[in-house]
């Protein structure tokens, strides 16, 4: 194998490995999400993005580029389901934040806990010294994708 030294070997590299490794595993998750929770993919993205500090119908709308009527009609679900609490901003009363229920956060954890399974099972196919390697790679693709 020729060593990475050149751009566009880098770059070739990069978009066979990162890009279907990516895929794969945020379709596990999905299928964890829509066969074990029995939710949909936007109630799992909903609470996902609860769960990382969007706490609005409109944050959600905007970080998912959908509806604020669909982002509703998935809250509203996960509502009744006990999964998502809606509570009043006392100092804005227009303003109705979003938090997950500690159901909800079961849930999630859960959906993780499964998905690093499956992880952890691809993993340790590789040696020790590849997983070294590999541990060595993943920071260095950090560093490169930091905002400067």
């Known amino acids: 194998m020729p060593e990475p030294t050149s751009s566009p070997v880098l770059i070739d590299k990069f978009w066979e490995s990162v890009p279907p490794a990516w895929r ?11 066969v ?3 939710m949909t993919e936007e109630q799992f993205q909903v609470l ?10 409109s944050a959600l709308a905007e970080a998912s580029q ?3 009527s669909a982002v509703s009609k998935a809250v509203d679900a996960l ?3 006990g999964l ?8 804005d009363r227009r303003n109705v934040p979003l938090a997950l229920t500690g159901e909800g956060q079961r849930v999630m954890d859960g959906i993780f806990n499964e ?4 992880l952890s099972a691809h993993f340790e196919r590789l040696s020790p010294k590849e997983l070294e390697i590999l541990l060595q790679g993943m920071e260095i693709l950090r560093k490169a994708f930091l905002n400067p």
């Open 24 to 34: 794969q595993t945020r379709s596990q998750i999905r299928r964890i999400a829509v």
């Open 36 to 38: 074990k929770f029995q």
């Open 48 to 57: 996902r993005r609860i769960r990382k500090g969007s706490a609005s119908v």
């Open 66 to 68: 959908t509806s604020r």
């Open 79 to 81: 509502v009744r389901r």
């Open 84 to 91: 998502v609490t809606r509570s009043q901003d006392p100092a």
């Open 115 to 118: 998905a690093e399974a499956w």
